[in-house]
Nanobody, 124 residues
C-alpha cells in the first residue's frame, strides 16, 4: 500500500507560480512512476505531467509544456510540480498518482494509488 498526500495548492493571480508537493508513504517510492493529473469543475480528469522512477524520463501535456516542471526526490519520497505562468484555465483540483506498471505515462490506467487532491485556483 502507498498513501499519497498533496500540498501546496492555493489561490494565485494569473501569471503567478505555485509548487505542489506529493509526499508518499512506503519504502519503495523510488520504484514508482509518479504522475500529476487535474480535474476542473465539470470536466474529466486529465494528465498534466509524469516522471519515471529514474527521473530520466518525463512527460507533459501540451498545456503544461514550457510552464510546468515535474521532479522527484527519492530520498524524501516526494514528487513536485512547479507551475509557472499560471492562467485561470489551470484552475482545478490537482491529484498525485503512483504506479509500478505504467505503460503510457499520460494514461490513468496503470496508476494504482491516488491522493486526495489539492485545489489550485488562478484568478484573472
Amino acid at each position: 500500500q502507498m498513501q499519497l498526500v498533496e500540498s501546496g495548492g492555493g489561490l494565485v493571480q494569473a501569471g503567478g507560480s505555485l509548487r505542489l508537493s506529493c509526499a508518499a508513504s512506503g519504502r519503495t517510492f523510488s520504484s514508482y512512476v509518479m504522475g500529476w493529473f487535474r480535474q476542473a469543475p465539470g470536466k474529466e480528469r486529465e494528465f498534466v505531467a509524469a516522471i519515471h522512477w529514474s527521473a530520466v524520463v518525463t512527460a507533459y501535456s501540451d498545456a503544461a509544456k514550457g510552464r510546468f516542471t515535474i521532479s522527484r526526490d527519492n530520498g524524501k519520497n516526494t514528487v513536485y510540480l512547479q507551475m509557472n505562468s499560471l492562467t485561470p484555465e489551470d484552475t482545478a483540483v490537482y491529484y498525485c498518482a503512483a504506479g509500478l506498471r505504467v505503460s503510457t505515462l499520460s494514461r490513468m490506467l496503470g496508476y494504482d494509488y491516488w491522493g486526495q487532491g489539492t485545489q489550485v485556483t488562478v484568478s484573472s
